[in-house]
């Protein structure tokens, strides 16, 4: 019979020693995994102040996202450590990296050994509900077949009418005097409206709401369309900042964001209404054919969800709306600093004679090609992101006293990767690689190395649209002004929310065609 010391140690060795066999079990697979592969240790490790919460390591990046250096910070890492390195994020293990070949097995060969960042998705979550942008697995698959139909060529080619009546409006708030207008504020008021058009088959208006004085500054009318658009914008800042925070974000609680929140969800739930309304209607078929494409029309044809319909609108207006805005801005900002540049495009143009392109030509012009690549490489729209291993796995490179060795990637690690680093190595790029430079592109033949719209199977959907409707926009702009000159003088300072651009605006002066 046992006794009652042996009752009572018993029950707590069977647990210790079955982890104990666990995780000797688990200590040889993984070396006979790391043999196997030819995996060395990684060629550097961040030295820590704290090697157990790493919050030295934490405070620097958030510090660096305080004096709005964020990614030149994380330009320095890369040139103080190496293009791969290890380090640490409070517990969690990370590997940054701007090697072309491991970003690769991450998003593409090894895409089954990866999930998004589980500290990026809490922080999204809130906002962009379970989305293409926050989900993986069959849900991702399922929010991607819904949403690839809608950004099929036709869509993009009958989009263009709806550009010019935006374009036109736009061109209102612009002053043709040569006095200061901030382009990029204009710029994100026309890819709202031009966005909310395509998604509800009702703009937002925003342009109505702004009128001219000293700086475009917004009016009171149809105050519920702009406060969805400030309450977006309000929203998606504090992702970013939870995003950084990482795991400390369980601790961050900003009941200004919940309510912008709120208020976003309740403007576009009234437009899911209508689109499920619609739905039950006996009119809807009938009038179907000759109907303007709506995307939440279309989109409510596959799913009665109300809380999948609002996720995957606001999935696609960052997509779309974030992406052309950003993009536009920050080539503008180029633009006004190298007028020459500006001189050789409007040549391009000159070919339409001020006709509106089309489709095909917009597509075909090679200049304005090489203008949007290189506006894409020194400021990508998204400069960076995470994925977290689910699995044991391997990167190509990085381990080694080289660096040229494969290295082990624990499960949990995150993969960190710089887009915007990468785009300024000059083994890739070519000399000067913190210069504009457009003729770069002449010739240059990159895969992995230009990562505008991430890769893979994740590839941005909406990426052919956003260049469209950037391309329509800067032919349409160059065509009615000749000439354009910066007036700020400061340099180009990053404002980081879901995506980056200029945090003092595209302040500039243009005169008109005709003047």
């Not at 104990?20 to 961040?46: D, M, N, T, W």
């Not at 960042?117 to 991607?144: E, N, Q, Y």
């Not at 006095?179 to 994100?188: M, Y």
Request: proline letters at 5%.
């Amino acid at each position: 019979m046992l006794t009652y010391l042996e009752l009572t140690v018993i029950p707590l060795l069977l647990p210790l020693s079955y982890g104990i066999f666990a995780g000797v079990q688990l200590y040889l697979s993984r070396r006979s995994f790391i043999k196997a592969h030819g995996c060395k240790e990684p060629r550097c490790r961040v030295p820590l102040k704290d090697p157990f919460l790493a919050v030295d390591f934490v405070w620097k990046t958030l510090r660096n996202a305080k004096k709005d250096r964020y990614l030149e910070g994380t330009q320095e890492r890369f040139n103080q450590y190496g293009t791969t390195f290890a380090a640490k994020h409070m517990h969690y293990p990370t590997i940054h990296t701007i090697e072309p070949s491991n970003i690769k097995q991450v998003l593409a060969t090894g895409f089954q050994d990866f999930k998004l960042s589980s500290f990026r998705v809490d922080a999204m979550v809130p906002l962009f509900g379970r989305g293409i942008f926050t989900t993986d697995g069959r849900r991702w698959s399922h929010s991607r077949a819904l949403l690839r139909p809608s950004f099929a060529r036709h869509n993009m080619e009958n989009h263009l009418p709806f550009m010019e009546s935006h374009f036109e409006q736009m061109m209102k708030a612009i002053p043709t005097d040569g006095s200061t207008v901030d382009l990029q504020r204009l710029f994100f008021a026309f890819t709202m409206d031009t966005a909310t058009e395509f998604l509800f088959g009702h703009s937002v208006h925003t342009l109505h709401q702004m009128q001219l004085s000293n700086n475009i500054i917004p009016s009171a009318s149809d105050t519920s369309d702009a406060e969805f658009v400030d309450s977006y914008t309000h929203s998606c800042i504090n992702i970013v900042h939870d995003i950084r925070l990482g795991a400390l974000s369980k601790l961050h609680y900003n009941p200004e964001a919940k309510k912008a929140q709120q208020r976003t969800f309740a403007y576009i739930d009234r437009f899911v209404d209508e689109a499920l309304a619609l739905r039950k209607s006996t009119k809807s078929s009938e009038s179907e054919e000759n109907s303007q494409y709506i995307f939440l029309n279309e989109l409510a044809k596959e799913t009665e969800d109300r809380e999948e319909l609002r996720d995957q609108i606001l999935n696609v207006l960052l997509a779309g709306r974030d992406t052309t805005a950003s993009l536009l801005s920050n080539m503008f900002w180029e633009f006004a600093r190298h007028p020459e540049i500006y001189v050789k495009l409007r040549e391009e143009v000159a070919a339409f004679g001020g006709r509106e392109p089309t489709y095909e030509e917009l597509k075909n012009m090679k200049y304005l090609k090489y203008c949007l690549n290189e506006s894409l490489r020194l400021r990508p729209v998204v400069p960076a992101n995470t994925r977290e291993a689910i699995r044991d796995t391997i990167l190509p490179l990085g381990g080694g006293e080289d660096g040229q060795s494969p290295m082990f990637v624990k499960k949990g690690t995150h993969v960190y990767y710089s887009v915007y680093a990468m785009h300024r190595r000059e083994e890739f790029f070519g000399e000067k690689t913190e210069e504009y430079r457009p003729e770069r592109w002449e010739g240059l033949k990159l895969g992995w190395e230009f990562l505008p719209f991430n890769g893979g199977p994740r590839i941005c959907l909406g990426q052919q649209f956003a260049l469209t409707e950037a391309s329509y926009l800067t032919v349409r702009m160059v065509q009615e002004f000749p000439h354009i000159e910066a007036q700020d003088p400061r340099p180009w300072t990053e404002l980081y929310t879901m995506v980056v651009y200029s945090k003092y605006g595209t302040l500039v002066s243009l005169r008109p065609t005709s003047s």
